[in-house]
């Protein structure tokens, strides 16, 4: 099986909102998407009420043409100061969208 650091990563600066669940409507909070590949996320959170191993949702649109709106469940797999790590808990396997978007050109 193939893993280039797991993934590709993608350094980026995208607004997010972070969920406690799906069914939520306030966010959990706000949040800055630093870097993202195809299996994880890597963001910046100011305030948070989640420890590693929550499970939160977060809400975001990518830069692209397409204005593409993506949501994810995540597990919070680090936690350093303000940098948060999250892995995707992905139900649906390969995201086309994301792979286009973070994949090099």
Same mark, same amino acid.
């Given at each position: 099986?193939?893993?280039?650091?797991?993934?590709?990563?993608?350094?980026?600066?995208?607004?997010?909102?972070?969920? #406690?669940?799906?069914? $939520? @409507?306030?966010?959990?909070?706000?949040?800055? +998407?630093?870097?993202?590949? &195809?299996?994880?996320? /890597? !963001?910046?959170?100011?305030?948070?009420?989640?420890?590693?191993?929550?499970?939160?949702?977060?809400?975001?649109?990518?830069?692209?043409?397409?204005?593409?709106?993506? #949501?994810?469940?995540? $597990? @919070?797999?680090?936690?350093?100061?303000?940098? +948060?790590?999250?892995?995707? &808990?992905?139900?649906? /396997? !390969?995201?086309?969208?994301?792979?286009?978007?973070?994949?090099?050109?």
């Amino acid at each position: 099986s193939f893993n280039f650091r797991k993934y590709y990563r993608k350094e980026t600066y995208l607004h997010a909102l972070l969920f #406690e669940s799906s069914d $939520s @409507i306030n966010p959990a909070c706000d949040a800055i +998407v630093t870097d993202i590949s &195809l299996t994880g996320i /890597g !963001f910046e959170c100011a305030s948070r009420n989640f420890d590693i191993g929550s499970v939160v949702v977060m809400k975001f649109i990518l830069d692209d043409e397409e204005r593409s709106k993506i #949501e994810k469940k995540i $597990s @919070i797999e680090s936690i350093r100061g303000k940098k +948060v790590g999250g892995l995707f &808990l992905d139900e649906k /396997g !390969f995201d086309k969208v994301l792979g286009k978007y973070i994949l090099p050109k």
